[in-house]
């Protein structure tokens, strides 16, 4: 269950690109909507760069606190945004992961790279191990997580990995099924 806060706070992992299929950028907007929609607070990576710039701005423009955090060495590669409602820096990507998680009630995963599988793993891993039950989604985005999906089903075929590992994230195929979604997981 969520911490009892009158915000709840949505935590967005993404890519730092925006990849080739524009479907993922209009997601990612979508999200950022659907976020200010619900009353929510986008805590994000802090760039200005690819879906994680999209997802920042349509939160924002939509009237979103948006709450980023970004190490400082990242600053100028990501482009630190400078007007989010809150901004911290932290000295490194592990400070960053454990500021942006701390300070959420759930996690949602866009189409992204090796820095979005690597979110998506820590927190499923941490999962895993009893360290947290918030909700996790993936944002299956025209089937993007598909492969990912497929991977988890070979590493529980091949005894690597309990079936259950699948039961700490779920996928869903859009936003507006994703916030409804996050609205129950929420309540
Ligand atoms: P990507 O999905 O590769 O575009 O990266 C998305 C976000 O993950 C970016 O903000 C990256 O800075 C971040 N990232 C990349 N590598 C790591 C890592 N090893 N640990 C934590 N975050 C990372």
Known sequence: MPMARALSSICVF??????????????????????????????????DVGLMGEVARSAQTAGAPTF????????????GKQDLSQLVITEDMHERKKVMFMNSDAVVVLPGGAGSLDEFFEVLTWAQIGLHRKPIFLLNSEGYWNPLIALLDHIIAEGFADASVKGYFTAIPDVPALTEALRVALS
């Open 68 to 79: 980023g955090v970004i190490p400082t060495h990242l600053m100028t590669a990501e482009r």
């Open 14 to 47: 993404c890519g730092a690109r925006a990849g080739t299929n524009p479907a993922h950028t209009l997601a990612a907007r979508a999200m950022g909507e659907a976020i200010a929609a619900q009353g929510w607070r986008l805590v994000y990576g802090a760039g």
